[in-house]
């Protein structure tokens, strides 16, 4: 008995050291599949986000065919109230916007959405939210540019609040898919959008910090 149980702790032993000597290698293909995840997805919301200046469709092209106003408002509120996630708001600019689970054209076209891949509110990551630049002041993230270091941002969800303070504010290429990886034990939150001031349009994004339960912000 005894015997069988030295061969036993024998093998556990062997198995244990062979894990602990691959370990660092499988975490390091597990972190560059993630971040080949995150690429992609970051390539095919920059294209959304672009296609938008050269895009006539609106967002009821995505919906069934109906001939009233109001069942096509109906259909939209049933549509964000069943991909919505939460609220997106910054009292600076005046802006309060659903935000919509993944970063489709339509969910582009109606409101902000929030990146597949990336993180959640409140917690350690990089939670990343894009949304078009409308042409009409105010609309969607058109005054994304007038957010400084230490303006706070808003993510609601359910009944609870998810304060963020931002740190810092950048125009990035449209390859630039840096901005939406994690960094260590951070709790980030990005905002990303098309800035038109110049072409090829590169993108703004926002990034902020998040402020702990009686943390105090640092204006």
Excluded at 9 to 18: K, Q
Excluded at 73 to 99: A, F, T, W
Excluded at 165 to 171: A, I, N, P, R, T
């Amino acid at each position: 008995m005894v015997k069988s149980m030295r061969k036993i702790i024998a093998v556990i032993l062997i198995f244990l050291g062979i894990f602990l000597m691959t370990y660092p290698k499988l975490r390091e293909t597990y972190f560059d599949y993630q971040q080949r995840k995150l690429l992609a997805t970051w390539s095919k919301t920059m294209n959304d986000l672009g296609e938008y200046s050269n895009n006539d469709r609106k967002a009821e092209d995505y919906f069934p065919a109906i001939e009233s106003k109001l069942e096509k408002d109906d259909y939209r509120i049933q549509y964000i109230n069943s991909h919505m996630e939460g609220v997106l708001k910054i009292e600076k600019i005046g802006l309060s916007m659903p935000i919509l689970t993944g970063a489709t054209k339509a969910n582009l076209d109606i409101s902000a959405a929030a990146v597949d891949g990336t993180g959640k509110p409140g917690e350690v990551g990089n939670y990343c939210i894009s949304a078009h630049r409308s042409r009409t002041y105010g609309r969607q993230f058109n005054r994304l540019n007038e957010l400084e270091k230490g303006d706070q941002i808003e993510i609601i969800n359910k009944d609870t609040v998810y304060r963020y303070e931002v740190f810092e504010k950048l125009l990035v290429e449209a390859k630039d898919a840096w901005v939406m990886f994690p960094q260590k034990n951070e709790k980030l939150l990005t905002l990303i959008t098309c800035d038109y001031s110049r072409k090829p349009y590169p993108r703004l994004v926002v990034r902020a910090k998040f402020l702990e339960s009686g943390e105090e912000s640092s204006d």
